[in-house]
Each structure stands twice: as structure tokens, then as C-alpha cells.
């Protein structure tokens, strides 16, 4: 076998993962042959097994995300710190993710995807345990490994669809696609769950930050062990050595001109923003809204109440896996009598969820009962679009390309989502805070009505989408490259590259 083969597990990490390609030699075993036979080098057994150890990743992805969110109210009482500097947290982490999702998404469209996920997630379980030793007169301290943790999750999130969609293809990528995306919503829900029930358990907010390394570390060896790096684009009948790599600048310029792409970017980005704010800020507005109606008591001592915490991780849990499936079956329906069906049901899922989050919010200071209610419908329909999304952009962007097209997605949607919007709900928050507790409810309930209108903006570009979605699938499945490649001629006693038409004559 060739050292540098790319359907090899040792694949080397600084090496052109395509290097080598068709001088393997000929291996023995029913499993080798089994996964000659496949166009992706993968077995059927194993991609499946792939699908399920990235799963696995996913969902402690969010978990350790969300984690701190469920015991926010001690972080704040432990760290006498304001609403302005929690939403700080979650800022963060989102730009250091958001930042390094480019270079990881460089990376992963050259180099083998295994080894960079497994050192960025052994990185990420290191650090995660580090931040659960702080003390409380270091909060900066805090704020450092939480912004250290983008790096692992970033090197994973930009890889992983593109490790799926070189598996997969059509209806079964789907539905991999949708599997793989249940551990967003689980996963979150899982960080509030875990999160309370260890603070409450043991006393102390510090080992809820302890969990999620430990499981790391399992991810690590199983991706080591389980998951096989692909072929990229051969399941598509059009292997990656057919497409031919382009620089980094030729693909950011298809992105930009693929009008699907963009737009639903920008819809995808309106997705972010909401569920950035209320990922952060709803357990902690569901707490001041029972301290308003005198429901519960503030929090003066450590342990705080984190029940809602647990309500609410319990409800994301639930509605996230109704929201991706019903999101999966109506596309799947709608696919049969329209090709813009995609783009159609992620206009549907925020336009639907806007009301529902603005009654949750306006109802938080009659009745809780009536807030959850409206919560777990504005929940499930945000949920619709997360799988949805992830096809769209696979399907619409040439394999060589996606892990760019990941990265760049990741990028604009946290920038002008998440990474600002707990932040901005914080800072909005704190103008009109003062000693009281009916205004530390009010602030809050008042900026987080924004997360309604965004989610409104983010259904019409996905309207806007469904214009172009059918243009940019077809140039996408039937792309042939340039056959005015350049080549290397020298010039001046340096080499350098030239279309072919211009030395042939």
C-alpha cells in the first residue's frame, strides 16, 4: 500500500490526501475487498459506523457548548459578574470558533480530515478540563479556555458533512445528514441537563465542566479506529482528481457567485442569531420571570435554582428531534412536487417559529406554563432548518469545495449571529438594569423580543433562495472544469503558470 494512500487510515496529516491515488496495491480480506467495491474506499458497515462515531462528536460538541449556559446564574454569582460580561462566554467561543473555521476548512478540503479532527478534539477535551479549575478572581482566565475550545470544535464542524457527503449521496445522504444533525438540538438540551443536574448534585457548577473531556478523549479513539478518510466526490461518479483543485481564492470567488450558497448563508445566519440568544439567556429569563411572579426565590447563595435549566435542555432535546424530522419529511414530500422544496420548508420553520418565540416571551410574566408551551413550538419549527441547511450547501457546491463552503457558512453566520447576539441581548439587557428584580426581568424580556423579528428576516432569504436553488444544483452536479488549465512555463528565468491557449499556437 502507498504511504500516501487516501483511503488509508495513515494517511499522513501533512501530505495531499489525494497523492498517490490508483497505486495501491491490490489487498486481501473480504473487508478490504468490500470496500474496493465501493466507490468511496468505504464499506458499507463502516460508513455507517463513521456516521454514528460522528454523531457521537456532534452531540458533545454541543453539549460541552451549552453546559455553561445551564449553570449561568452561579458563573454570574461566582464571578460577580453582570449580564454584559456572561453574554461575553458565548462571544467568545463563537469567535475564536468563527475565525478558525477558514483555516480548518482549507485544511480539510487538502489534507486528511481524520487526523485533523482527532488532534483538534483531544486539544478541545484538554482545555474544556482546564477551565473547570479556575478561580473565581480569573475570569479572564475563564473567557481564554472558553475561546480555546472554538479551535477544537471548529477543526470538527467544517469536516464532518463533508466526510458524510462523501459517503452518501441523494435520499441517503439526507437522511445521514438529518441523523447527524439530531445531535444539535439533543446535544444542547443535554448540556442543560447535564450541566444542572451535576451542579446540583455535586454542589459545585465546576464539575459540570468535567463531563464532556472525558468523553472527549473517547471520541478520539474512536475516531482513530472506526472512521476511514473517503474519497472525495467518487460516490458522485466525479472523483476529486477528475474536478482538479483550485486555489483558495478561485473557490472563494464560485462561493460568492453561487447565489443559492449565499443566501441561504444569510438565512442559516438568522437560524444563529436566534438560537444564540436563547441558548445563552432563556434559562436565566425563565428564572427572573418565576422571581417576578414570586414563584422562586432570587439567588443570594451557591447552588442557584437551575430547575429551568433542566426544563428547558429537556424541551430543546425533544422539539430538536421533532423539528430536524418533520423538517426532513415535509422536504422529502415537497421534493415530489417542487424542486425549490428546501429552501421553501426553511422559510416555513422560521416564519412559523417567529410568533411562537414572541408570545413565549411576552407570556413569561402571566404564566410559565403558557411560555414552555410557546417555547416548544417556536423550538421545533427553528429545528426544521438545521439538516436542511447542511444539504443545501452539499448539493449546490462541488466537492472539492465544501469544506471551504462549511467554513465560510460557519464564519458569516456566526459573525453576524451568534457570536454578537448573547452578547448584544446581554448589553441591551444591562441599559435598563438596576437593583430591582422586576427590571432585571423587564430588561431582559425587552431585548430578547429581538430574536422574533430575525428570525422573520431570516425566512424571506430563504424565499429569496428558492429563486436561484434549481440554477446552482444543475451547475453544481454537471460542473466540468476548465480545459484551459495552466501550466507551468518559465519566464525570465522563473517559473510560472499560464492558460495553455496562450503558449499553444
Known amino acids: 500500500m502507498s504511504l500516501v494512500d487516501p483511503t488509508s487510515d495513515t494517511t499522513p496529516f501533512f501530505s495531499d490526501d489525494n497523492e498517490g491515488e490508483g497505486s495501491a496495491k491490490k489487498r486481501d480480506g473480504p473487508l478490504h475487498h468490500q470496500e474496493e467495491d465501493s466507490a468511496s474506499g468505504v464499506s458499507n458497515k463502516r460508513a455507517l459506523l463513521t456516521v454514528v462515531v460522528l454523531c457521537y462528536i456532534n452531540l458533545l460538541n454541543y453539549m460541552d457548548r451549552f453546559t455553561v449556559a445551564g449553570v449561568l446564574p452561579d458563573i454570574e454569582h461566582f464571578f460577580l459578574i453582570s449580564d454584559g460580561k456572561?453574554?461575553?462566554?458565548?462571544?467568545?467561543?463563537?469567535?475564536?470558533?468563527?475565525?478558525?473555521?477558514?483555516?480548518?476548512?482549507?485544511?480539510?478540503?487538502?489534507?486528511?480530515?481524520?487526523?485533523?479532527?482527532?488532534?483538534?478534539?483531544?486539544?478541545?477535551?484538554?482545555?474544556?478540563?482546564?477551565?473547570?479549575?479556575?478561580?473565581?478572581?480569573?475570569?479572564?482566565?475563564?473567557?481564554?479556555?472558553?475561546?480555546?475550545?472554538?479551535?477544537?470544535?471548529?477543526?470538527?464542524?467544517t469536516i464532518a458533512p463533508t466526510i458524510i457527503a462523501d459517503l452518501f449521496i441523494k435520499e441517503k445522504r439526507t437522511t445521514m445528514l438529518s441523523v447527524f444533525y439530531f445531535a444539535i438540538p439533543v446535544g444542547s438540551g443535554l448540556g442543560y441537563i447535564v450541566g444542572s443536574t451535576v451542579d446540583y448534585r455535586a454542589k459545585d457548577w465546576h464539575w459540570s465542566l468535567r463531563v464532556t473531556p472525558v468523553l472527549?478523549?473517547?471520541a478520539v479513539l474512536l475516531l482513530v479506529f472506526v472512521v476511514k478518510e473517503p474519497k472525495r466526490g467518487a460516490v458522485e461518479a466525479r472523483p476529486e482528481h477528475a474536478l482538479q483543485r483550485t486555489s483558495w481564492f478561485?473557490?472563494?470567488?464560485?462561493?460568492?457567485?453561487?447565489?443559492?450558497?449565499?443566501?441561504?448563508?444569510?438565512?442559516f445566519t438568522a437560524v444563529a442569531f436566534v438560537t444564540g440568544s436563547l441558548a445563552l439567556w432563556?434559562?436565566?429569563?425563565?428564572?427572573?420571570?418565576?422571581?417576578?411572579?414570586?414563584?422562586?426565590?432570587?439567588?443570594?447563595?451557591?447552588?442557584?435554582?437551575t430547575s429551568d435549566s433542566l426544563y428547558f435542555g429537556v424541551i430543546t432535546c425533544v422539539t430538536g428531534v421533532l423539528g430536524v424530522a418533520t423538517g426532513v419529511a415535509v422536504s422529502r414530500w415537497l421534493r415530489t412536487r417542487t424542486p425549490r422544496a428546501d429552501p421553501l420548508v426553511c422559510a416555513a420553520g422560521l416564519l412559523l417559529a417567529a410568533p411562537f418565540l414572541y408570545l413565549s416571551i411576552v407570556f413569561a410574566q402571566a404564566s410559565t406554563i403558557a411560555t414552555y408551551f410557546f417555547i416548544f413550538f417556536g423550538e421545533t419549527f427553528l429545528s426544521m432548518n438545521w439538516a436542511i441547511v447542511a444539504d443545501i450547501l452539499l448539493y449546490v457546491v462541488v466537492p472539492?469545495?465544501?469544506?471551504?463552503?462549511?467554513?465560510?457558512?460557519?464564519?458569516?453566520?456566526?459573525?453576524?449571529?451568534?457570536?454578537?447576539?448573547?452578547?448584544?441581548?446581554?448589553?441591551?439587557?444591562?441599559?435598563?438594569?438596576?437593583?430591582?428584580?422586576?427590571?432585571?426581568?423587564?430588561?431582559?424580556?425587552?431585548?430578547?423580543?429581538?430574536?422574533?423579528?430575525?428570525?422573520?428576516?431570516?425566512?424571506?432569504?430563504?424565499?429569496t433562495t428558492a429563486l436561484f436553488i434549481e440554477k446552482d444544483r444543475h451547475l453544481a452536479e454537471n460542473y466540468v472544469p476548465s480545459d484551459d488549465a495552466p501550466i507551468i512555463v518559465p519566464k525570465r528565468g522563473r517559473s510560472t503558470k499560464v492558460p495553455v491557449s496562450s503558449v499553444l499556437i
Open 86 to 157: 456572561s453574554g461575553l462566554l458565548q462571544t467568545v467561543f463563537i469567535c475564536s470558533y468563527m475565525f478558525l473555521a477558514p483555516v480548518f476548512g482549507y485544511l480539510g478540503d487538502r489534507y486528511n480530515r481524520k487526523m485533523i479532527m482527532c488532534v483538534g478534539i483531544g486539544f478541545w477535551s484538554v482545555v474544556t478540563l482546564a477551565s473547570s479549575f479556575i478561580a473565581k478572581d480569573y475570569f479572564w482566565a475563564l473567557l481564554l479556555t472558553r475561546g480555546l475550545v472554538g479551535v477544537g470544535e471548529a477543526s470538527y464542524s
Open 216 to 218: 472527549g478523549l473517547l
Open 250 to 267: 478561485t473557490d472563494m470567488k464560485a462561493l460568492c457567485r453561487n447565489k443559492s450558497f449565499v443566501l441561504s448563508t444569510f438565512g
Open 282 to 305: 432563556a434559562p436565566a429569563f425563565l428564572f427572573r420571570a418565576a422571581v417576578f411572579t414570586g414563584e422562586k426565590q432570587p439567588c443570594v447563595q451557591e447552588p442557584c435554582d
Open 400 to 463: 472539492t469545495r465544501r469544506s471551504t463552503a462549511e467554513a465560510f457558512q460557519i464564519v458569516l453566520s456566526h459573525l453576524l449571529g451568534d457570536a454578537g447576539s448573547p452578547y448584544l441581548i446581554g448589553v441591551v439587557s444591562i441599559t435598563r438594569e438596576n437593583n430591582s428584580y422586576m427590571w432585571q426581568f423587564r430588561s431582559l424580556q425587552l431585548s430578547l423580543l429581538l430574536c422574533s423579528f430575525v428570525a422573520v428576516g431570516g425566512g424571506a432569504f430563504f424565499l
